[in-house]
């Protein structure tokens, strides 16, 4: 099995930052890509941001030029910088990991969330 938790989460005031973490533990042979994705209240959830293995990144449009994805490839940990935050960003932030989990299979796993609350 493989297991994402997140942390950094927390209630900060609009224009503030945060870093979220996001480690992935288990048996694997290796992560091919690695994203957040959040859900606010009473809404879908969405990508926020994806790096792939190769380390290209892609951004929704509301969080680019204010969000960072990166990743430490030998510590399977994937980070989010967020800064200039606003209400709006409000939600859970789920990480996301496609893994191979052997030579030949992949699989999709989600971590359990953190919280993000940003007040105006």
């Known amino acids: 099995q493989v297991q994402l938790v997140e942390s950094g989460g927390g209630l900060v005031q609009a224009g503030g930052s945060l870093r979220l973490s996001c480690a992935a533990s288990?048996?694997?042979?290796?992560?091919?890509?690695m994203g957040w994705y959040r859900q606010g209240p009473g809404k879908q959830r969405e990508l926020v941001a994806t790096i792939t293995g190769g380390g290209s990144t892609n951004y929704a449009d509301s969080v680019k030029g204010r969000f960072t994805i990166s990743r430490d490839y030998a510590k399977n940990t994937v980070y989010l910088q967020m800064n200039s935050l606003e209400p709006e960003d409000t939600a859970v932030y789920y990480c996301n990991a496609e893994v191979r989990t052997t030579v030949v299979s992949r699989e999709n796993y989600w971590g359990q969330g953190t919280q993000v609350t940003v007040s105006s």
């Open positions: 288990g048996i694997f042979f290796r992560i091919s890509a």
